[in-house]
């Protein structure tokens, strides 16, 4: 399983950051639990300024992603699913969603949570989702990475250490 060996972290206090969450729409049921994830997260990082932002699909997150970093938010959280097919279609969108997401990432010096799934079945997505019986909640570690990020390029820019 890919979590393994993952940090230990306890929520540390972000209730000063601004985050958006940007949220694909295919999927209903695993996007549900992934933006469930992600509210958990927000809310025991205390975060109390943070909005949602539903998009068609994964491949329109980085473009949503880029308009809220340009509008200031400390973090942007992008959450997706993206299911192996008979096509190459598969690659074509899990390729353009990563890349444009670390452009987001360093064009804006934003965090940028990265929730977008890329399973070969549908199975391999529900167990990611934190849902009820779920072996891994990747709405949460996104979101949780994301937050943290944000606070240490928040030190960075102020001179580390200081």
């Not at 230990?8 to 972000?14: K, L, S, T």
């Not at 399973?119 to 990611?128: G, H, I, P, V, W």
């Amino acid at each position: 399983m890919s979590g393994h060996g993952a940090p230990d972290q306890a929520p540390v206090d972000c209730h000063d950051l601004r985050v958006a969450v940007v949220a694909a729409s295919w999927h209903t049921v695993v996007m549900d639990g992934l933006i469930a994830g992600a509210q958990r997260a927000l809310d025991a990082h205390q975060v109390e300024a943070s909005v949602v932002v539903r998009v068609p699909g994964t491949f329109e997150l980085p473009v949503v992603a880029s308009a809220l970093a340009a509008q200031g938010y400390d973090a942007v959280v992008a959450l997706g699913v993206v299911i192996r097919g008979g096509t190459p279609h598969f690659d074509y969108v899990c390729n353009a969603a990563t890349d444009g997401l670390t452009r987001v990432a360093l064009d804006h010096t934003t965090a940028v949570g990265f929730g977008v799934l890329t399973c070969d079945t549908e199975q391999q997505a529900l167990d990611r989702a934190g849902l009820e019986g779920s072996i891994e909640d990747k709405g949460w570690e996104a979101t949780a990475a994301a937050l943290l990020t944000a606070q240490t390029i928040q030190r960075v820019q102020r001179g580390y250490g200081a």
